[in-house]
């Protein structure tokens, strides 16, 4: 098992196990847009509210004008990093239509989101998601009508060696295990906080 890999109590299946956020993309890989394409058609089957299906991504790939408008609208920590992704992406939220507010539209999008990671790690990727992005930015530069807010930016790329972050403090982040809280914390049965497996 690799310090990224999730530790578990039970074996649960490789795509969630070996799913993980990286920063270092190889700047060599570019990516095929038909690989995008899956990732795509995996985030559009994902469930939502009354089959509402709020979520809409921008997608850019590294080279072509919409990438770098992405990368151009993202926070300068995420920037120094993500620029090495093979593609980059705005998850956004239709969050009213013609009926109304569409009801639990951000989790629509979150849905959506981790359908799209899960199919990166199956076809071999790796996808970062990020708030660091200036709203805004994306909003004016991709002229976004009202109901659709921008709410998470996406990397998505081939992992490389963690030395390609240049910075030791960066390549320590990197390469540190991933932690969650105890499931004896997270799920609970009869009182709340009363763990359903203690341990
Ligand atoms: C909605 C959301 C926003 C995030 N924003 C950022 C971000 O701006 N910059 C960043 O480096 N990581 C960001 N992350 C990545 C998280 O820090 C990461 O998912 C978390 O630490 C768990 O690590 P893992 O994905 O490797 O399991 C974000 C993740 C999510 C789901």
């Known amino acids: 098992m690799s310090d990224k890999e999730a530790d578990t109590s039970v074996a649960v299946h490789d795509l ?3 799913r993980w ?3 270092a993309f190889d700047a ?3 990516l095929d847009p038909e690989r995008v394409r899956a990732l795509l058609e995996a985030a559009r089957w994902a469930p939502s509210f009354g089959n509402t299906q709020p979520a809409r991504y921008l997608v850019g790939l590294r080279g072509d004008d919409t990438f770098e408008r992405i990368l151009g609208a993202l926070a300068e920590g995420n920037r120094s990093w993500a620029h090495r992704a093979g593609a980059l992406l705005v998850g956004c939220a239709r969050v ?5 507010g569409v009801p639990y539209a951000e989790y629509g999008v979150g849905l959506s989101a981790e359908n799209l990671a899960l199919q990166a790690v199956a076809d071999g990727l790796a996808v970062h998601q ?3 992005f200036d709203a805004d930015t994306v909003r004016r530069e991709f002229a976004l009508p009202d109901e659709i807010t921008p709410l998470v930016a996406i990397a998505v790329g081939v992992t490389a060696d963690p030395e390609v972050l240049g910075d030791e403090r960066a390549v320590t982040r ?3 295990p991933r932690r969650r809280i105890a499931l004896a914390e997270f799920a609970f049965s009869g009182t709340w906080g009363e763990a359903t497996y203690p341990a």
């Open 96 to 100: 009213r239509n013609e009926k109304g």
């Open 174 to 176: 990197e390469t540190a």
């Open 28 to 30: 060599d890989v570019a």
């Open 16 to 18: 969630i196990a070996r």
């Open 21 to 23: 956020s990286p920063r």
């Open 130 to 132: 990020m708030a660091g």
